[in-house]
């Protein structure tokens, strides 16, 4: 019960933060230029990455991309390649890409693992109580859509290179999440007195196979 009182303060507070994330009306023309001559060497003009370590973008939800890009510019996600590509683009050339990908269509999806796939389906959907692991589908979607209105990123068919990577970087703190703007020095206060955030905590309960064979069952969820 106690758990379960947890995993649902945990949605509710995600669910504050991440609402209050407001997005400039953006051009999703202007965002393409950007797209074309910046991102799609990375990322494709049409948000589909060929490598595996870069995120597709396309038909991703606005306020996600846009919450993302804004925390590269200013450090608090850090990645030495993003941080250098969104060095010299400001919040509204910003706001401009997050909303062209954001327009662009969903990235197909990959294929699963078929000998976890039972496993995986009921760690994503339901999580594991014995060991405190809360399940993904109450944020992410059953279907792994994601929730455009609280920015919860869509997973379903991203790459599951990518998902992995991002989920150990979440645990082992090296991926902050759930601040935005003027947000952030609040939070960054309570990160000092040991607060963690959402994904964070979610992550530190998942082993490294619990990571592998989400990151397929994700990758292959639509
Ligand atoms: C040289 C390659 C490269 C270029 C060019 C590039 N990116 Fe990236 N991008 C990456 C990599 C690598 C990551 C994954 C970073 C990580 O692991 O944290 C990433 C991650 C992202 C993410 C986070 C995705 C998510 O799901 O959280 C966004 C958004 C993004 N890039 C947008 C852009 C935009 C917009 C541009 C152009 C202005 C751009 N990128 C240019 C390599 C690139
Ligand atoms: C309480 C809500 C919540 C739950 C439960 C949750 N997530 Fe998340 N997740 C989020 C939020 C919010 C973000 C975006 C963080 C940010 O803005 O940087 C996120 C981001 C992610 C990302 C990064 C996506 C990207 O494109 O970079 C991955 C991967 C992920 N979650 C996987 C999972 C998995 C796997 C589970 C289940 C074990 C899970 N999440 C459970 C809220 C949640």
Redesign the pocket.
């Known amino acids: 019960m106690k758990k379960l009182i947890a995993a649902a303060s945990l949605c509710f507070a995600s669910y504050s933060v991440q609402a209050a994330i407001i997005v400039p009306e953006y051009d999703a023309n202007a965002g393409k230029q950007?797209?074309e001559t910046?991102?799609a060497?990375?990322?494709g003009v049409d948000g589909v990455s060929v490598v595996p370590?870069?995120?597709n973008?396309g038909g991703?939800n606005v306020k996600y991309?846009y919450k993302?890009?804004v925390n590269f510019k200013s450090g608090y996600?850090v990645?030495g390649?993003?941080q250098s590509?969104?060095a010299n683009?400001s919040q509204q050339d910003l706001a401009n890409?997050?909303g062209y990908?954001s327009e662009q269509p969903v990235w197909s999806v990959g294929f699963a693992n078929p000998a976890t796939n039972e496993e995986a389906t009921k760690l994503y959907l339901g999580g594991d109580k014995s060991r405190g692991v809360i399940g993904c589908a109450g944020c992410h979607g059953p279907d792994g859509a994601g929730n455009s209105w609280a920015a919860f990123?869509r997973l379903g068919g991203q790459h599951a290179e990518?998902i992995s990577?991002?989920l150990k970087?979440f645990r082992a703190a090296g991926?902050e999440d759930d601040v935005t703007g003027d947000e952030q020095k609040r939070y960054n206060d309570a990160e000092k007195e040991g607060e963690k955030g959402m994904m964070q905590m979610v992550s530190s309960r998942l082993s490294d196979r619990d990571i592998r064979i989400l990151s397929d069952y994700i990758s292959a969820l639509h």
């Open positions: 950007i797209a910046v991102c060497a990375c990322h370590a870069q995120a973008l991703q991309l993302q890009l996600r990645n390649i993003m590509q969104v683009l890409v997050a990908y990123p990518y990577n991002q970087l991926r």
